[in-house]
């Protein structure tokens, strides 16, 4: 979907001339830990490595599908994203990390959202209504997935915001309270504005990396819980990556 004033947008996402398209299913990584891991372990098992401006990108041939990363914070997540996309990205999954609003979620936990809110300044720019939510389809595919491997998998509301140094515990528990948030990111909603913007399919995976629902921050980056459940997570997308999304 495009609004009718689009034909006086300065800029537009392109491919150019030399540039080849990707397969339609792609991974978005988040954080540059994932990223490097992921990349490089596609890389030594025969994927390509193409030229992506601002990430890095590598592409899988056998089933295709292509990775990107990493990609920090809506602007920077949401220009690798309407590159992905001009390139030929159809059905993009986001693997990235959030933090527990809720107190029925901990660190280690993993969310497929089933919302999302906006606390950023990028989706306003592609839609001035509600944040739309994610992919039914695309998600319902990734809970199967995790769920018939035995990861337990929460279906939260997630709010997405610029600032991680300015979330007021006030406001964290009003957002629980009045939109029942589940969890704070920095990418999700803005990407998933993008996604209904240009028309591709768009989900997430998030693992909880700390809890910000208590009297205290409690991070949980190095335990040993949150490593293996993400790590478990990306295994079983990659697995399934190039297949997913099908009809």
């Given at each position: 979907?495009?609004?009718?004033?689009?034909?006086?947008?300065?800029?537009?996402?392109?491919?150019?001339?030399?540039?080849?398209?990707?397969?339609?299913?792609?991974?978005?990584?988040?954080?540059?830990?994932?990223?490097?891991?992921?990349?490089?372990?596609?890389?030594?098992?025969?994927?390509?490595?193409?030229?992506?401006?601002?990430?890095?990108?590598v592409v899988a041939n056998d089933p295709p599908y292509f990775?990107?990363?990493?990609?920090?914070?809506?602007?920077?997540?949401?220009?690798?994203?309407?590159?992905?996309?001009?390139?030929?990205?159809?059905?993009?999954?986001?693997?990235?990390?959030?933090?527990?609003?809720?107190?029925?979620?901990?660190?280690?936990?993993?969310?497929?959202?089933?919302?999302?809110?906006?606390?950023?300044?990028?989706?306003?720019?592609?839609?001035?209504?509600?944040?739309?939510?994610?992919?039914?389809?695309?998600?319902?595919?990734?809970?199967?997935?995790?769920?018939?491997?035995?990861?337990?998998?929460?279906?939260?509301?997630?709010?997405?915001?610029?600032?991680?140094?300015?979330?007021?515990?006030?406001?964290?528990?009003?957002?629980?309270?009045?939109?029942?948030?589940?969890?704070?990111?920095?990418?999700?909603?803005?990407?998933?504005?993008?996604?209904?913007?240009?028309?591709?399919?768009?989900?997430?995976?998030?693992?909880?990396?700390?809890?910000?629902?208590?009297?205290?921050?409690?991070?949980?980056?190095?335990?040993?819980?949150?490593?293996?459940q993400k790590q478990a997570a990306l295994k079983l997308l990659?697995?399934?990556?190039?297949?997913?999304?099908?009809?």
């Amino acid at each position: 979907m495009t609004s009718d004033s689009d034909q006086h947008i300065v800029i537009h996402p392109r491919r150019n001339k030399k540039e080849q398209l990707l397969p339609e299913n792609g991974l978005l990584l988040v954080n540059p830990s994932e990223a490097s891991e992921c990349l490089g372990r596609m890389k030594q098992s025969g994927g390509a490595s193409r030229f992506l401006f601002n990430s890095g990108l590598v592409v899988a041939n056998d089933p295709p599908y292509f990775a990107a990363g990493p990609a920090i914070g809506a602007p920077m997540a949401v220009l690798t994203l309407e590159k992905l996309i001009a390139l030929g990205a159809k059905k993009v999954i986001l693997f990235g990390w959030c933090g527990a609003i809720a107190p029925n979620l901990q660190v280690g936990d993993i969310i497929v959202p089933a919302r999302a809110l906006s606390g950023e300044g990028t989706s306003r720019y592609y839609i001035t209504d509600a944040t739309p939510g994610p992919d039914l389809h695309l998600s319902s595919q990734i809970v199967k997935i995790l769920s018939d491997n035995s990861i337990a998998v929460h279906r939260d509301c997630v709010w997405s915001t610029d600032a991680v140094y300015r979330e007021d515990r006030r406001m964290l528990h009003g957002l629980r309270r009045d939109q029942g948030v589940g969890a704070v990111d920095m990418e999700f909603s803005a990407l998933c504005t993008v996604a209904a913007f240009r028309g591709i399919e768009f989900t997430a995976i998030l693992t909880v990396s700390d809890e910000l629902w208590g009297d205290s921050w409690r991070p949980g980056f190095s335990k040993k819980l949150f490593m293996e459940q993400k790590q478990a997570a990306l295994k079983l997308l990659l697995a399934h990556l190039g297949h997913i999304g099908d009809k």
